[in-house]
């Protein structure tokens, strides 16, 4: 396998409320995935949006970009898909650009929280996309650990899968199990 197939796919965190600046969290996280590129300057980079409203995350993905840029990666090698990391509602932008590229390995970066949930929604999809399967997917934890995140997300999905999620949440997380049908058109 040649290192041009391999990407680094991170996956964002809002921006700090407070400040309207990136997240210590999305910091740590492009940090990280800077990290992995940096073992091969050859490989791709592909940034999400995240934070559930498509305005936004457009913005939040296109400044990861920029940071990305700021700090060494050339802009060619940067991809950008619009869409929340959290739900994976809007995979399918991501998952295009993943096809259309024809990466073989994927590193996902993400926190310790997020990347547990993420790395169950790929073999998810994995079970459903005949194309998925080809790709191997390796988490890359970032540094960032934030206690309360990973109660939270213990929680959600226990309550997920005991069918007490809220209607609306139950709505979303329900997305990521039929959002296979259009991938299994591609």
């Known amino acids: 396998m040649s290192l041009v197939d391999e990407a680094v796919m991170i996956f964002a965190e809002a921006y700090d409320k407070r400040i309207g600046e990136l997240s210590q969290d999305l910091v740590s996280r492009l940090e990280r995935g800077l990290e992995v590129w940096q073992e091969d300057k050859s490989r791709s980079i592909l940034v999400t949006g995240g934070v559930h409203h498509p305005s936004k995350d ?3 993905a296109h400044d990861m970009k920029d940071w990305l840029a700021e700090h060494g990666v050339p802009e060619k090698l940067i991809y950008v898909a619009d869409g929340s990391y959290d739900t994976w ?3 399918t932008d991501a998952a295009d650009i993943i096809q259309k590229r024809k990466w073989k390995r994927i590193f996902l970066v993400s926190n310790l929280g997020h990347i547990k949930r993420i790395c169950l929604v790929v073999k ?3 079970l459903f996309n005949y194309w998925m399967r080809d ?3 390796v988490e890359k934890t970032s540094a960032y650990l934030d206690k309360q995140d990973v109660v939270h997300e213990t929680i959600s999905w226990l309550l997920f899968f005991l069918g007490l999620f809220p209607p609306v949440k139950k709505f979303i997380y329900t997305r990521i199990f039929s959002e296979y049908r259009h991938l299994k058109a591609c």
Do not use: G
């Open 58 to 60: 457009r913005v939040i």
């Open 89 to 91: 509602t809007n995979f």
């Open 124 to 126: 998810i999809l994995k």
């Open 135 to 137: 790709i191997d997917f």
